[in-house]
């Protein structure tokens, strides 16, 4: 007999897993680019990280907002069409002329993650069993592992060998010929329920779910405040060339693909607030151990390890948190945790560029330490919480 465990999931979430990845390859090109983009458009560090916190603020705000704007579209639809978007904007981006138009036409890009992602997570339910659930969800999040393994590496690599517009026109490429797969893939109908104002309500008035959006909030903004700047960071502390620097951003997407692997596998057996207080720790580890890392590339390597293998799979186990913890509402929990992931990826550039613009690249990683653990504690916090108090219906 198959356990829920081994039972095959359905085709579509292939396809929705690769979504995401192409995705996530968007979002972190431009961190793989930085340099180059700098470079080539001649502005400081701080401001090519602009494109990172402005494309976030539109993500943040964009995603609860636009999940109350498509609720009543069929998922297929939406979910082809934003794709074609990102895709189509990629190609526009990398034919900006400059710096100023650049900016305004990423912002209009980022329209399509805020979209896409929480609504692939909402509407997994609809396609698999309950049990299923949060393998489906850790599954198709996967692809987020994939890009960092994949994306973000070859980002930096062809960045430093044709330049950010070549990257940029190929995730475009490479985003419309997904959209096709989605269009196929995806079966007709795929509804979530649509939310009203009082579901809304509830959701927002629910000490638990929002104790756990706070998480990812708190998660995304320590994770970001030096994650975001890991090219300049790696390039000035070991003297990284940019072969090494794509061997890095390999490395530690390899481990993060692996963390994503074991979570889908074991959170159903784990549950997701055990899941997610693991993945925050290694990411606490990480942090602690930092000063470690600046002696020389294979200490950095090493360091590495435990955030990479919870960075990816924290969000994977956050997003099965909230739907398991109340899954009528999933469609709202689900848009503002992501829209936490992207509001806390907009501060953390945010801040990671004023400290480095004031000189303080090297005290990045303290910064990043004190809101990791704020973001474990205050996990750990909302695992008590929700035991004692009553989860929305």
């Known amino acids: 007999m198959t356990s829920p465990s081994s039972a095959r999931l359905p085709p579509a979430l292939w396809a929705l897993m690769v979504g995401n990845f192409v995705i996530g390859t968007g979002v972190m090109a431009v961190a793989g680019t930085l340099n180059d983009i700098s470079a080539s458009l001649n502005v400081s560090i701080p401001q090519?990280?602009?494109?990172?916190?402005?494309?976030?603020?539109?993500?943040?705000l964009g995603a609860p907002l636009l999940a109350g704007v498509v609720a009543g579209w069929d998922r297929r639809r939406l979910l082809a069409i934003s794709l074609l978007w990102y895709g189509v904007m990629h190609i526009v981006c990398a034919l900006a002329p400059n710096y100023p138009s650049l900016l305004p036409l990423r912002?209009?890009?980022?329209?399509?993650?805020?979209?896409?992602?929480?609504?692939?997570?909402?509407?997994?339910?609809?396609?698999?069993?309950?049990?299923?659930?949060?393998?489906?969800?850790?599954?198709?999040?996967?692809?987020?592992?994939?890009?960092?393994?994949?994306?973000?590496?070859?980002?930096?690599?062809?960045?430093?060998?044709?330049?950010w517009r070549t990257v940029l026109a190929l995730v475009g490429v490479v985003g419309i010929g997904v959209s096709a797969w989605i269009w196929r893939a995806m079966p007709n109908g795929v509804r979530p329920a649509s939310l009203s104002g009082h579901d809304w309500r509830r959701a927002l008035g629910s000490p638990p779910l929002m104790m756990v959006v706070g998480v990812t909030l708190l998660m995304s903004f320590g994770q970001f405040t030096l994650f975001a700047y890991f090219a300049p960071y790696f390039v000035r502390v070991l003297g990284l060339s940019n072969e090494a620097l794509s061997l890095m951003f390999l490395w530690f997407g390899a481990f993060?693909?692996?963390?994503?692997v074991v979570m889908t596998r074991h959170i159903d057996r784990l549950g997701p607030d055990r899941a997610a207080a693991i993945a925050l720790s290694g990411m606490v580890l990480s942090l602690a151990l930092w000063p470690l890392g600046m002696q020389n590339v294979w200490m950095q390597a090493l360091v590495l390890v435990p955030w990479a293998l919870g960075g990816f799979?924290?969000?994977?186990?956050?997003?099965?948190?909230?739907?398991?913890?109340?899954?009528?509402?999933?469609?709202?929990?689900?848009?503002?945790?992501?829209?936490a992931i992207y509001g806390g990826q907009a501060l953390g550039a945010a801040l990671g560029g004023?400290?480095?613009?004031?000189?303080?690249?090297?005290?990045?990683?303290?910064?990043?330490?004190?809101?990791?653990?704020?973001?474990?504690?205050?996990?750990?916090?909302?695992?008590?919480?929700?035991?004692?108090s009553p989860m929305p219906a």
């Open 48 to 60: 090519a990280g602009q494109l990172l916190t402005a494309g976030a603020v539109l993500m943040g």
């Open 107 to 163: 912002v209009i890009t980022m329209i399509s993650p805020a979209i896409f992602t929480p609504q692939a997570a909402a509407c997994v339910g609809l396609l698999v069993k309950p049990d299923q659930r949060g393998r489906a969800i850790t599954f198709v999040f996967l692809g987020w592992s994939v890009a960092s393994v994949m994306g973000m590496p070859l980002s930096a690599w062809l960045g430093g060998l044709f330049g």
């Open 256 to 260: 993060g693909l692996l963390g994503n």
């Open 313 to 339: 799979s924290c969000n994977s186990a956050q997003q099965a948190r909230l739907v398991h913890m109340a899954p009528a509402l999933a469609p709202a929990s689900v848009a503002l945790n992501t829209s």
């Open 354 to 388: 004023v400290l480095i613009a004031q000189g303080h690249l090297l005290k990045l990683y303290q910064v990043s330490l004190v809101l990791m653990l704020g973001s474990l504690g205050l996990s750990l916090w909302a695992a008590l919480v929700q035991k004692r």
